[in-house]
Antibody, heavy 123, light 106 residues
Framework: EVQLLESGGGLIQPGGSLRLSCAAS????????MTWVRQGPGKGLEWVSA????????YYADSVKGRFTISRDNSKNTLSLQMNSLRAEDTAVYYC????????????????WGQGTLVTVSS | SYELTQPPSVSVSPGQPASITCSGD??????ACWYQQRPGQSPVLVIY???KRPSGIPERFSGSNSGNTATLTISGTQAMDEADYYC?????????FGGGTKLTVL
């Protein structure tokens, strides 16, 4: 069974940094691209970032470009999201999800999703 | 930037069909997928590549995509289908989600 387990969320002051992790199991981690999606309180889904299976290619939403860095350690089956210069509008539940192919392709969907980790940016 | 528009809410009686639309410019030229999110839970993929169902998703869920509109249809809607539904597509190297539709089963 494919499982994704996020961790690392918490309360952080504006301008601070936080690193999220996603532990993957039940599939050959390096064979699939992975993605982060967030959901603000009472709001809809917003795609944040994606990374290819090899880790060579990364993609970011304009809202986080230059502040967030996605990475992966295929030897540890772990996906990470380094978040710097955090803002109040970054407050959200952050989900990691598995993509269907090794590369970030034109045809994309996310399945499954982890349970999410809450990031709250507030002073 | 590309946008996907969904109705904020749809109501349906138990046993009746429910349709949720997702509109975007030339959406039919792209692939759409749909997620179900029950309160307090993570999203679950219910339709991918316009009309394919992942394993474990009931047959009452179906999808279509043509022109500017993708549609999620639930035939014989059940109380357990009450949830938020989000469409998603891909455009210009970025993923776009619709704003979500709250399906109420009255």
């Amino acid at each position: 069974e494919v499982q994704l387990l996020e961790s690392g969320g918490g309360l952080i002051q504006p301008g601070g940094s936080l690193r999220l992790s996603c532990a993957a199991s039940g599939f050959t981690f390096s064979s699939y691209a992975m993605t982060w999606v967030r959901q603000g309180p009472g709001k809809g889904l917003e795609w944040v970032s994606a990374i290819s299976g090899s880790g060579d290619d990364t993609y970011y939403a304009d809202s986080v470009k230059g502040r967030f860095t996605i990475s992966r350690d295929n030897s540890k089956n772990t996906l990470s999201l380094q978040m710097n210069s955090l803002r109040a509008e970054d407050t959200a539940v952050y989900y990691c999800a598995k993509e269907p192919y090794p590369q970030v392709a034109i045809v994309r969907w996310f399945d499954p999703w982890g349970q999410g980790t809450l990031v709250t940016v507030s002073s | 930037s590309y946008e996907l528009t969904q109705p904020p809410s749809v109501s349906v009686s138990p046993g009746q069909p429910a349709s949720i639309t997702c509109s975007g410019d030339k959406l039919g030229d792209k692939y759409a997928c749909w997620y179900q999110q029950r309160p307090g839970q993570s999203p679950v993929l219910v339709i991918y590549q316009d009309n394919k169902r992942p394993s474990g998703i009931p047959e009452r869920f179906s999808g279509s995509n043509s022109g500017n509109t993708a549609t999620l249809t639930i035939s014989g809607t059940q109380a357990m289908d009450e949830a938020d539904y989000y469409c998603q597509a891909w455009d210009s190297s970025t993923v776009v989600f619709g704003g979500g539709t709250k399906l109420t089963v009255l």
